[in-house]
T-cell receptor, first 113, second 113 residues
């Protein structure tokens, strides 16, 4: 698998349910960032988690990072139709410039009202 | 208020023509980047720019591409002689400090015909 692979590729849920997306990567990282992209639009930053952190929260979002397994998860609680978007994890690998993000293919989340 | 403003939002150009994409990073950030996303594919790093020079570039960023920040405000990406495969969404991004959150603009759709 490639650096920053999300799983599942697509997720369809009902409003009010929780959505969990996973990301795996292969190299050692400085940090991992999650982004959201509405169709054809820009990338909206959600959360940055550093390699020495294990969990972060922001509103309805919870991100975990397990560096021993080289994986991260994004949990969206009490989902809304407006959460429908593509979600990407992106890593900054150790030894590269801090702005060089390596993105995954993304998870397409559809929340049905 | 957007962190990063990009122009044009959409441009159609003939193959072989030069294209300049512009980015106005609001506020006094130091690190600037260009990324691109070919339709249906991953977001890919092109180049990072710090202190008025390129700090890192990908293999995609060949001699056809150049970047500059001529007036200390606008940050531009120039493609000298566009090819069909340059058709993509181009994102400008920035951060204040290395290792911090990277903010993306809304993107510029480039269609080469």
């Amino acid at each position: 698998s490639q650096q920053g692979e999300e799983d599942p590729q697509a997720l369809s849920i009902q409003e009010g349910e929780n959505a969990t997306m996973n990301c795996s990567y292969k190299t050692s990282i400085n940090n991992l960032q999650w982004y959201r992209q509405n169709s054809g639009r820009g990338l909206v930053h959600l959360i940055l988690i550093r390699s020495n952190e294990r969990e972060k929260h922001s509103g309805r979002l919870r991100v975990t990072l397990d560096t021993s397994k080289k994986s991260s998860s994004l949990l969206i609680t009490a989902s809304r139709a407006a959460d429908t978007a593509s979600y990407f994890c992106a890593t900054v690998e150790i030894g590269t410039s801090y702005g060089k993000l390596t993105f995954g293919q993304g998870t397409i989340l559809t929340v049905h009202p | 208020e957007p962190e990063v403003t990009q122009t044009p939002s959409h441009q159609v150009t003939q193959m072989g023509q030069e294209v300049i994409l512009r980015c106005v990073p609001i506020s006094n950030h130091l690190y600037f980047y260009w990324y691109r996303q070919i339709l249906g594919q991953k977001v890919e790093f092109l180049v990072s720019f710090y202190n008025n020079e390129i700090s890192e570039k990908s293999e995609i960023f060949d001699d056809q591409f150049s970047v500059e920040r001529p007036d200390g405000s606008n940050f531009t990406l120039k493609i000298r002689s566009t090819k069909l495969e340059d058709s993509a969404m181009y994102f400008c991004a920035k951060n204040l400090l290395a290792g911090n959150t990277i903010y993306f603009g809304e993107g510029s759709w480039l269609t080469v015909v």
